[in-house]
């Protein structure tokens, strides 16, 4: 990040304004006052050969004044981007949380937000709308990014100056805290081989406890279900800055492989973002339904729930790889799941002395 | 029970008949003891309900019958014994000599056999109220009457005498005009004490008011012990159309009445008899009539065809003994020829033909050819004719039957048919009911032979087939006396009046209320949002023409809580009693209202909501449930014509409410969207530092509204209004700027009116669809305009008056 801060905010603002402008030309033309946005659904996401990242398509959404619906829609963004404006004006941020609760001060009762999904879903639509990340709005999730344990020496630019964390040596048992915007961190040098996501705390602690990020050079990220934007920044930054390879390591069902895939694809629903959070090179390890079969692994009966998301991710475009189509089948076909916990039936150690290796020598990361 | 009038018609033993029986046994007095219920006099209440009833229709229709706008005064005192009832009217007033006439007999009232619309259809009416008067009170009914230029007034006291039923006019007295009651200058006034109470004060209400919706024509005014009630003439109400007596419609009767008709006519004919007695019947309906008998009584014959190669004239040839045969060569080929020609023939056509050619050839060739040989001649041919009668069965079989069915199959059948047709013997004459028994049997045959299905459909299309080839006979239809003595033949008859088409029956016989009155009536009597009214087309039931009209009244002041008000009419007269018994309700129940966006819990019996349903039956002979005149009765015909009239009012009632909704919502959108685009538009003006931005276009645009919008010239000479449809129809928009100085250069298309010191400038452009008009004046800079527009819905007006 070589630009200043100062003009960042500046470019910020003025791309929040032109909103408003779009908006009083409309009026001024008397003309229906409208905003345009890609279609935000699973049928609107496509390839981008180039970035090798999943991205909106062509499809647009015209959000306009001529319903009800529509009119409320737009007050609300012009009420969030005078808001916006003014917090970048003054220098300061503000978590989405708070905007849904300091709408509820707004004057025009009609602007204030019903709850907290539709301020955040609005933010994401003026961050597509202006092409400015959240974050450069200041604007943050409640929920910080998650924890990092490996061999990385990193300096980060906090309110209280600038640190210079190892994240082994000088953080506890819990890693190191990655920060809501990962970009206000540089990295300084590594030991790592790879970076391992994993999915549950159950399994990122016991990675920890068997000593796995020293024995196997590893930075073990926790992503905590769904991982949050910054988490995912962060792997990215690992992959692209470090040269690192990325794998990811998950449960054994349909809702772990939409984690997977919001790592290595991007999320549907932030496409718009997904050059700048997806690492499409992030490799997935297990559980496979193929490892369910060779590790004989205990396991659940997939439920009437499961096996939809199973269906509609065969129909989902960023899981159209044979290895996907092959894995996916396979599941339908033994009807099973397993949680990353029940390689523990084999022992405690199995996932690091077994497994993991095995895996990762499979996949040529080791 | 059905009414009093099919009673009598067509059963011996009916009311009329025993009452006529019984009257030199027992007294009139104690039939009407005995039968007050059915008379609608049971109760004090009731029956004062009854006698204001009987008294008004008897008062509207003598000012009817007159030509005189009805104006009708109702009042009810209480005595100290009784209560007095006093109807008066406007009417030509009466003679002496018609009392008699007009309080006549009960049940024998002059409309009783009259195919005529008429309110006192049946005859019970006012004499029924007088001798209740006269048995509760014991005193005799006061009549006024004043005759039309007359300077004085009679004053009859009438009594019935309860052992003859003869009406008596015990006093009788002439009064000058000053000294009469009566409001008017004629009129008649009919004073009678009877045992009574105002506890049916809410049916006596509901009877005059709803009165008053179906004779808009009608000034109706009650006075009584807790108040008045008024209903004045509706604007530009004219009198019903008079009506017509008709003769009874050959659909309509039923066959008891019609075995009594045949045995009473003058006609000896059945084709004079069908003419002279019914309505809509001449020499083509008679004739159509009498051969739909004939098939009905007599059957049809079947028409065989010739074989090909058979060789007619050499049978006919051979069939004439002992003639001239060169003579009987020219008589062959005469018949063979007329045998060809007719290409299929029929038994009793084959005679004709025969004894035609007889006498051709005896013309021609002076042989006779008499009765026997033509008789043989008949019989050879038709031996020809029949010699392959599968042939013949074979064509109508095969073409009715679907193409699915295999060859044998229907050959199968064609060969089963023309056997019964062969074991019949030799007339070939069968009906219809005999031919669908042919037909069923073979198909029963094959079917289980030739292992084929012949369904339902299949027999009856070859039986339909088969029949439409054979010809109608020509026999006689027996005359109208013999008739009258064997039911079965007059039921064939009845048949085939049924099953030809009549010319509905003239309407000139009722008088309905008409769609546009019937609406003013309600206009009057309910302040409401919303009216419509259907008349329908005249339909028949049981012989008697009838019209069914309905209208609807809704919102405005009718009561919204529980159901709607349902008003219930036959020929003119509200029914008060019994609604639940009434077909009326019935069909009104069984109507999905909520497809008409009534509210409707359960989805089936009377809608709920603010309005007002009315129901009019007019005929000739309204079929009640009982005497007593209260509901009407479940007759399938009116039932549908109740349905389709109430539907086709409640049409309308739809597309207003649809209407009202859909303006609401609109309002409703506006209200929301003229609350959030000024207050947006103010914040991208402060963000964008631009100031303040005019909505009224981008407003105008989303409601689809017309856009009328004043601007003035920088010198504030030139008035510029711009209406802008925003709509997709065109719209006429009455634009008036109401200018406080004298304008100037307005164009032609505008009229200017001075009115105290301010002027009127008026223009009523036509604005199509996304167009745009511009209207332009000039006036004095310092002159103040008001716009005001009208000619759209307030809903879909934006005005913008920003002057510059």
Known sequence: MSETHTSDETEARDQLLAIAEQFYDQFADGDIPRMSLPTRSKSNIEYDEDADVWVYGDSQSTRSANSVRGARKLLKSVYTVDFLAQQLDEGRSSTLRELYYLSESWDEAEAQFNDQSESDKLVEDLEIVSGVKREDFHMRPEESGAKVMGPLRLREQTRRGDREIHCQEDVGQGGYQIPNNPDTIDFLDTDADFVLCVETGGMRDRLVENGFDDDYNAIVVHLGGQPARATRRLTKRLHDELELPVTVFTDGDPWSYRIYGSVAYGSIKSAHLSEYLATPQAQFIGIRPQDIVDYDLPTDPLSDSDVNALESELEDPRFQSDFWTEQIGLQLDIDKKAEQQALASRGLDFVTDTYLPERLAEMGVL | ?804
């Open chain 2, 1 to 804: 029970m059905t009414s009093f009038q099919s009673t009598l018609d067509d059963d011996e033993d009916g009311i009329a008949e025993e009452l006529a029986a019984s009257q030199r046994e027992i007294s009139v007095a104690e039939f009407f003891e005995k039968n007050k219920h059915m008379l609608g006099f049971d109760s004090g209440a009731r029956g004062l309900v009854t006698a204001v009833k009987e008294a008004v229709d008897n008062a509207l229709d003598a000012t009817e019958e007159a030509g005189i706008l009805p104006d009708i005064y109702v009042e009810i005192s209480e005595g100290r014994d009784y209560y007095t009832l006093i109807v008066e009217d406007n009417g030509p007033g009466i003679t002496n000599a018609q009392i008699p006439k007009i309080f006549g007999k009960l049940l024998y009232g002059s409309r009783f056999h009259a195919r005529e619309q008429s309110r006192g259809q049946q005859g019970i009416g006012i004499s029924a109220a007088v001798l209740y008067s006269q048995l509760t009170s014991g005193k005799p009914v006061r009549i006024e009457s004043r005759t039309q230029d007359s300077e004085t007034a009679n004053v009859y006291e009438l009594i019935i005498d309860t052992d003859t039923n003869e009406p008596e006019i015990s006093a009788e007295t002439e009064v000058s005009a000053a000294k009469s009651d009566l409001r008017g200058t004629h009129g008649t006034r009919i004073e009678m004490a009877l045992d009574a109470n105002m506890r049916a004060r809410g049916q006596l209400h509901d009877y005059i008011k709803h009165t008053a919706v179906v004779n808009p024509h009608a000034r109706i005014e009650l006075q009584e012990p807790g108040g008045e009630l008024k209903s004045e003439r509706a604007e530009e109400a004219s009198l019903p159309a008079e009506t017509d007596e008709i003769l009874p419609h050959p659909h309509g009767v039923e066959l008891g009445t019609l075995i009594k008709m045949l045995a009473e006519t003058d006609s000896h004919s059945v084709s004079g008899f069908l003419q002279s007695e019914f309505t809509r019947v001449g020499s083509k309906t008679a004739t159509g009539i009498i051969d739909a008998f004939r098939d009905e009584h007599f059957g049809r014959e079947m028409r065989w065809r010739p074989p090909a190669d058979a060789d007619l004239e050499a049978t006919v040839a051979d069939a004439v003994a002992n003639k001239d045969a060169t003579h009987t060569a020219v008589f062959a080929r005469t018949v063979a020829d007329a045998v060809r020609d007719a290409d299929s023939i029929a038994p009793a056509e084959l005679g004709a033909l025969v004894a035609d050619a007889a006498a051709d050839a005896q013309d021609d060739t002076g042989t006779s050819f008499g009765e026997t040989v033509q008789a043989n001649v008949v019989a050879a041919v038709r031996d020809a004719l029949t010699s392959d009668r599968v042939a013949d069965v074979l064509g109508p079989v095969d073409e009715a039957t679907t193409v699915q069915k295999d060859d044998a199959t229907v050959r199968g059948l064609a060969e089963r048919i023309a056997a019964k047709f062969e074991s019949d013997g030799d007339t070939d004459r069968v009906t219809r009911d005999t031919l669908d028994e042919y037909v069923f049997r073979a198909a029963e045959n094959t079917a289980e032979y030739a292992d084929a299905t012949i369904g339902e459909t299949a027999r009856e299309n070859v039986a339909d087939a088969l029949w439409a080839r054979m010809a109608t006979v020509p026999d006689d239809p027996p005359n109208t006396s013999a008739l009258a003595d064997d039911r079965d033949a007059a039921s064939d008859l009845l048949a085939a009046m049924a099953s030809v088409s009549v010319m509905a029956p003239p309407t000139s016989c009722l008088s309905p209320i008409e769609a546009d009155q019937l609406e003013a009536g309600l206009r009057t009597e309910f302040d409401a949002d919303f009216y419509a009214a259907a008349t329908r087309d005249a339909d028949v039931h049981g012989g008697d023409p009838f019209i069914v009209e309905a209208g609807i009244a809704y919102g405005g002041d009718i009561d919204s809580e529980g159901g709607v008000q349902l008003m219930r009419f036959a020929n003119r007269v509200p029914l008060v009693y019994q609604r639940g018994a009434c077909a009326t309700t019935d069909v009104l129940g069984d109507i999905g209202w909520r497809n008409y966006n009534l509210s409707q819990p359960g989805g089936s019996g009377l809608p709920q909501g603010p309005a007002v349903i009315m129901v009019h039956v007019a005929s000739t002979n309204v079929p009640f449930t009982s005497e007593s005149k209260d509901a009407i009765a479940n007759v399938p015909e009116i039932e549908a014509e109740i349905e389709l009239a109430v539907r086709e009012a409640a049409r309308e009632l739809k597309s207003f409410l649809q209407k009202r909704q859909s303006m609401r919502k609109r309002q409703q959108k506006q209200d929301v969207i003229m609350d959030i685009l000024p207050t947006m538009a103010e914040k991208v003006g402060e963000l964008t530092g631009r100031g303040g931005v005019d909505v009224s276009d981008s407003l105008a645009r989303i409601m689809n509204n017309v856009l009328v919008e004043r601007a003035r010239s920088d010198d504030g000479q030139t008035v510029t209004l711009r209406v802008e449809n925003h709509g997709t129809g065109s719209v006429d928009v009455d634009v008036t700027d109401i200018v406080s100085a004298e304008p100037d250069g307005v164009g032609d298309d505008a009229s200017v009116v001075a009115m105290d010191d301010e002027y009127f400038v008026q223009w009523t452009p036509a604005v199509a669809g996304d167009d745009a008009a511009e209207l332009t004046y000039s006036v004095d800079a310092d002159a103040d305009c008001e716009l005001s527009v009208s000619g759209v819905a307030d809903a879909r007006l934006t005005v913008s008056e920003a002057d510059t």
